[in-house]
């Protein structure tokens, strides 16, 4: 097949211009003239993360000085999805009209807000020089619809067929969203009305879902990476910091999502110590000159000394102790009403423990931040199980290499 001049054109600016390509999308800034093949890499403190400038540093740093490893394997056995569907009767098939006795066959739609990692940002990485940074939504371990990935979604098709809202593919960086998926990277608890108002208009008269405004919906909340991370730019905790500050934020936000999404069971994630990306980049040459020599600021709290390291790690407990308490107040101003209930899920938060054997096998390789696929397997399945376990069983600690999944019958309930 013959390709004309503009059709190859606008291949070759696809792969080596990716920011012109997609100009209309996305206004990235024109690419920085300086690069680090002839000099150190210059210091990067005044970039704002998950601006443009700083998507555009990252990729221009992974592509000079990444490694280009070959191997994606992950460094625990994934195990095998083979949970089969439910007998159903007639009855089965009534609306429920408690959030407390749905089970999977009675969602019809998913939704996930939060931040860079509900957002899939940098999950997988092309071989530099070639690497582009993008957003892996379709993988996302709360949403994704990538055939084949472990997303909640795609349990949730062994048994209901058609769901909504869960994106395939990928985004640009900076992204508002794809699907019911309208995490923002860089998001904070205090930002979350704006993924919330791109929910209302989706279900709102004349949107894309408003069919399904009043069906059964599942909701994943994971927020608060970026607020914990704001803790260690001085010696005071900055106010979108301070856990009550993030409580309120988040409570408020919970409460106009019932609003805007109509009935659902809310996922609220509990939130890990994100200081252990620090002890997992020890021993990884780019990783730590991408904390320490360079720096690109990804999060102050994961490249801070010691003691902020351990403030952020306190920060957390928190943060999650703060979750539990909007969880049991929401739920009690809704206890009458019954079409919105919220879960707090801590599966993830004592990931810590045991986890520096990991080294970077759950990381990404462009950042050493972000979950990469095979951790947002993981959360998959970690999340999964939370979803049908007690208040007590919730809080076993995740251990990956030890990881079953539960394959839930007609008389087990999201809880």
């Known amino acids: 097949m013959k390709l004309g001049l503009d059709t190859m054109g606008t291949m070759l ?18 690419p920085f003239k300086d690069n680090y093949r002839h000099s150190p890499p210059s210091p990067s403190a005044n970039l704002t993360p998950y601006s443009t400038a700083w998507v555009q540093e990252l990729q221009l740093i992974f592509n000079t000085l990444g490694a280009a490893a070959n191997d994606t394997s992950c460094p625990t056995e994934i195990p095998e999805w083979s949970c089969q569907p439910y007998p159903l009767s007639d009855s089965d098939f009534i609306k429920p009209t408690s959030v407390w006795r749905l089970r999977p066959h009675d969602i019809k739609a998913v939704v996930s807000i939060g931040d860079s990692i509900s957002a899939g940002f940098a999950m997988e990485t092309a071989r530099p020089p070639f690497a582009i940074v993008l957003e892996y939504r379709g993988k996302v371990f709360s949403g994704g619809a990538d055939a084949g ?71 994943t909340v994971f927020i608060g990476a970026n607020n914990l991370c704001a803790a ?37 994630v509990g939130i890990f110590d994100v200081t252990l990306v620090y002890d997992l980049s020890r021993g990884h040459p780019y990783c730590e000159m991408l904390f320490d020599t360079v720096p690109v600021p990804i999060c102050g709290c994961a490249t801070a000394d010691e003691d902020d390291r351990k403030r952020a790690g306190e920060l957390a407990l928190e943060y999650n102790e703060v ?38 096998g759950f990381m990404s390789k462009l950042d050493c931040f972000h979950p990469n696929k095979c951790a947002n397997q993981v959360m998959a399945i970690s999340l999964w199980n939370n979803m049908f376990s007690s208040e007590t069983d919730k809080d076993e600690p995740m251990k990956p290499s030890d990881l079953e999944i539960f394959c839930p019958g007609p008389s087990d309930y999201l809880q």
């Open 323 to 360: 979750m539990k308490r909007i969880v049991k107040e929401i739920n009690e101003e809704n206890e009458h009403d019954g079409t919105y209930g919220v879960a707090y899920q801590p599966g993830l938060t004592r990931f810590k423990e045991g986890s520096s054997k990991y080294g970077q």
């Open 149 to 219: 990935d472990y997303t909640l979604a795609n349990f949730l098709k062994t048994y209901t067929k058609h769901i909504k809202g869960s994106p395939s593919g990928f985004t640009l960086p900076l992204a508002h969203g794809k699907g019911l998926n309208t995490a923002v990277s860089g998001a904070i608890a205090q930002t979350l009305p704006s993924q919330i108002e791109r929910l209302r208009w989706q279900f709102g008269a004349g949107g894309p879902y408003h069919k399904h405004k009043k069906e059964w919906k599942l909701a």
């Open 232 to 268: 260690c730019a001085g010696e005071t905790v900055p106010e979108i910091a301070d856990p009550e500050e993030y409580g309120a934020a988040l409570k408020s936000a919970l409460q106009e999502l019932k609003h805007s999404i109509g009935p659902a069971f809310v996922n609220l």
């Open 13 to 30: 600016t696809f792969m080596f211009a990716p920011w012109e390509a997609f100009a209309l999308q996305l206004p990235f800034q024109r």
